[in-house]
């Protein structure tokens, strides 16, 4: 079964800048469209980035233009730079298939921005 494995989260301030990585067991995501997810505190999972195998992007407005998506097939593993952070972009990120597949889900990396 494949397992995925965020990390790079923490705490930090605004404006500051965090980078977290997804770790796949397996090849699975190297034939797949694949996103990071989101969830503040109260709030639904939402996606904010994803990647084709390809390397198209997208990414939701609100992060548009401060972070920034990649992957590397040959590591199994996906990127997502973010810059520029702000209060509300604190929540628990996840990485999974787009679109999200149950059995993918992880526990996530926590990001926190405060002062």
């Known amino acids: 079964q494949v397992q995925l494995v965020e990390s790079g989260g923490g705490l930090v301030q605004p404006g500051g800048s965090l980078r977290l990585s997804c770790a796949a067991s397996?090849?699975?995501?190297?034939?797949?469209?694949v996103g990071w997810y989101r969830q503040a505190p109260g709030k639904q999972r939402e996606l904010v980035a994803g990647?084709?195998?390809?390397?198209?992007?997208n990414y939701q407005d609100y992060v548009k233009g401060r972070f920034a998506i990649s992957r590397d097939n040959d590591k199994n593993t996906v990127y997502l730079q973010m810059n520029s952070l702000k209060p509300e972009d604190t929540a628990v990120y996840y990485c999974?298939?787009?679109?999200?597949?149950?059995?993918?889900w992880g526990r996530g990396t926590q990001v926190t921005v405060s002062s």
């Open positions: 990647i084709t195998r390809g390397g198209s992007t």
């Open positions: 397996e090849s699975t995501f190297g034939i797949s469209a």
């Open positions: 999974n298939s787009v679109p999200p597949q149950y059995r993918y």
